[in-house]
């Protein structure tokens, strides 16, 4: 594998379901991004980590708890999601985080529903 | 505040034109600028950035993007589009003088290009 992989691509769960997210890089990378991304919409930044440490949560509902056990792997545990959380979620990494102008290579996302 | 506007929500282009995808920004300080493109059912990809030196700026698949700072403007471009140019491409701005912004990137909220034969 190489590059950023996301499982499952797809996700359709029930309001009352706990799942869960998974990313994984393989580029040897020290920071890694959940994002949000809606049609039409600018993406949103759900969280950030460093080194595996958290940086950054915008705010994000405590139905999204993120978890970094290594910088290679990221997961996004989902609980008691909304319908208005369906969205395609995406991971992404990056060299380093605050390094200026690191670009961020993305996952092909998990395509969520929640009924 | 710090924003980045893509007019268009779409464009649509014959094969063999010229195409031009709009990116405007608004940051306090100076911009390091990106592009990065969608295709069906994958991430995104990055394209090209900008952080400083010559206005034009060329990337992957043929493409380049010009810096115009007194226009606030970061338009992506290419001599002659493919069918396979089809997808959405999205704009992002760092602003890397304002402490809170925690090197976060701005986006656009994308244009779909098309690109018909």
């Known amino acids: 594998e190489t590059g950023v992989t996301q499982t499952p691509r797809h996700l359709v769960m029930g309001m009352t379901n706990k799942k869960s997210l998974k990313c994984e890089q393989h580029?040897?990378?020290?920071?890694m991004y959940w994002y949000k991304q809606s049609a039409k919409k600018p993406l949103e930044l759900m969280f950030v980590?460093?080194?595996?440490?958290?940086?950054e949560n915008n705010s994000v509902p405590s139905r999204f708890s993120p978890e970094c056990p290594n910088s290679s792997h990221l997961f996004l545990h989902l609980h008691t999601l909304q319908p208005e959380d369906s969205a395609l979620y995406l991971c992404a990494s990056s060299q380093d985080f605050g390094g200026t102008y690191n670009e961020q290579f993305f996952g092909p996302g998990t395509r969520l529903t929640v009924l | 505040a710090q924003s980045v506007a893509q007019p268009e929500d779409q464009v649509n282009v014959a094969e063999g034109n010229p195409l031009t995808v709009k990116c405007t920004y608004s940051v306090s300080g100076n911009p390091y600028l990106f592009w990065y493109v969608q295709y069906p059912n994958r991430g995104l990809q990055f394209l090209l950035k900008?952080?400083?030196?010559d206005n034009l700026v060329k990337g992957s698949y043929g493409f380049e993007a010009e810096f115009n700072k007194s226009q606030t403007s970061f338009h992506l471009k290419k001599p002659s589009a493919l069918v396979s140019d089809s997808a959405l491409y999205f704009c992002?701005?760092?602003?890397?003088?304002?402490?809170?912004?925690?090197?976060?990137?701005?986006w656009g909220a994308g244009t779909k290009l098309i690109i018909k034969p």
């Open positions: 900008y952080i400083t030196g």
């Open positions: 992002a701005v760092r602003d890397i003088y304002h402490l809170d912004s925690n090197y976060q990137l701005i």
């Open positions: 580029l040897g990378h020290n920071a």
């Open positions: 980590y460093s080194l595996e440490e958290r940086v």
